[in-house]
């Protein structure tokens, strides 16, 4: 395997903004108005469980489209992955198309609630088959569901990651009670925002909006916007177009790059490798008997240079390909 590597660009990359905020402090505006900056072209809105907001498309230069789709997980899904694939063809010049996700806790609930319905059928499948009264109330979401909604809420994820412009994702922000270690409200007090716990992570910088006309930047990955660190830096007068001017994109900016990672490919690979091991394996087992060589001095042999492994538990591919290839190269006794 040859190893492959680049040198960082030392660009910024157009970032998936988290916009999280109290109701009706404006979140869904300053999405709305990032549309009109001058830096980005085409703006796609998709919604997700919140009302269309037409009356901003009044917002002195604003030009977002209002992408429409049927409600669903894989209706949402596939026009996010269409959006993706539009602003890509579409994108003229320096100025980058924007995607706008509002919001991903109306998503999270979707999932969530998926998650459930799917449970309680199978709880009613379960009671039909035994023959008794079918369940009353909600079933426990087993884990494989839980599973299943957190693979859903990272293709959205990941769909946005490969957009080559802007994105900004909407979430609801709520004031809760800390819990200490016995699983006890405490009388401390924190901002959380309200989708898969997995957001603020998946996001290249945080803006909350604890009240509205109040703006808080508590987290961003950028060399360029001064007091980056600062756990919560207020942000007065914060726009859209404020902060990716900070983040230095108004001058420059460099591709996205994101390292993924493949849990289905991951597993046919390690299915590939063990086949290839146990074919290797036979064609020594065979090269052994060919040469006339004792199979017990092989099986020691291995196990002196593997830690005590046997050969036939064997799964480096590239030692049994050598030991192999020198079995081969011995002279077939006459």
Known sequence: MTLTTRRPTGLPAWPILLIAG????????????ASASALVGRTLWVGVGEDDPDEYGAIPGARFEIVEHDGTYRGILGVLDECVTELAKTTKGDRPGLIVLD?????????????QEAANRRARKKAQQNRKPEPEGDATIS?????????????????????QGPSIVTARLDLTSVVNDRGDPTPDRVWKVQAHKSLPYDVGAIVE?????EAVLTG????????????????????????????GLAETSGPR??????????????????????????????????????????VR?????????????ATDVGALELLRDDLAAKETPA
Not at 223 to 243: C, I, W
Not at 280 to 298: F, R, S
């Open 22 to 33: 109290v109701e009706k402090s404006g979140k869904t505006y300053a999405a709305a108005a």
């Open 103 to 115: 919001s991903a806790t109306r998503l999270w609930n979707l999932l969530s609630d998926e998650a």
């Open 143 to 163: 884990m494989d569901l839980w599973n299943l909604a957190k693979q859903r809420w990272d293709h959205v994820m990941d769909c946005l990651r490969e957009h």
């Open 209 to 213: 909006l604890p009240a509205p006309g």
């Open 220 to 247: 961003v990955r950028s060399l360029r916007v001064k007091n980056a660190q600062v756990a919560r830096r207020p942000f007065p007068q914060f726009t859209v177009e404020k902060l990716w001017t900070e983040m």
């Open 257 to 298: 790059r994101h390292t993924t990672s493949d849990a289905a490919a991951s597993v046919t690979a390690d299915d590939r490798a063990a086949h290839t091991a146990q074919t290797l394996i036979a064609q020594i087992a065979d090269l052994t008997q060919a040469k006339g060589i004792d199979p017990n001095v092989i």
């Open 301 to 313: 042999d291995w196990m002196d240079s593997h830690n005590g492994q046997h050969i036939k538990d």
